[in-house]
């Protein structure tokens, strides 16, 4: 075997780790993010405007940083590659869901 082209199997492969790790970074951040929205339903002054356009926002850049990992997940591995977007949505619309219910206690 050519010892370029082992060379660059190896390289790629770090790529890879270096993208995956990123991408698993991206959708804790996400997750950070949802449970800060959360937490202002729960909290005292829920029904304030400053609390609800806090949550607005922590539940929209939940949302867009877990739909980045989930893209870039699926442009690595290739297998899921067309559900990204339906499972961003998906993620999008439950977080809304579960940030109102929270709302109405």
């Known amino acids: 075997m050519d010892p370029n082209r082992s060379l660059r199997h190896v390289r790629a492969a770090q790529l890879r780790t270096q993208v995956v790790r990123w991408a698993i970074g991206k959708s804790a951040l996400g997750t950070i993010f949802l449970l800060g ?60 869901v579960l940030v109102r219910i929270l709302l109405r206690f």
């Open 37 to 96: 929205a959360i937490a202002h339903a729960l909290g005292p002054g829920k029904h304030e405007q400053s609390s609800t356009l806090w949550m607005a926002a922590l539940t929209v850049a939940s949302a867009f940083n877990v739909g980045l990992g989930l893209r870039t997940l699926a442009r690595v591995h290739r297998v899921a590659a067309r559900f990204w977007l339906l499972a961003t949505v998906a993620w999008a619309v439950l977080s809304t």
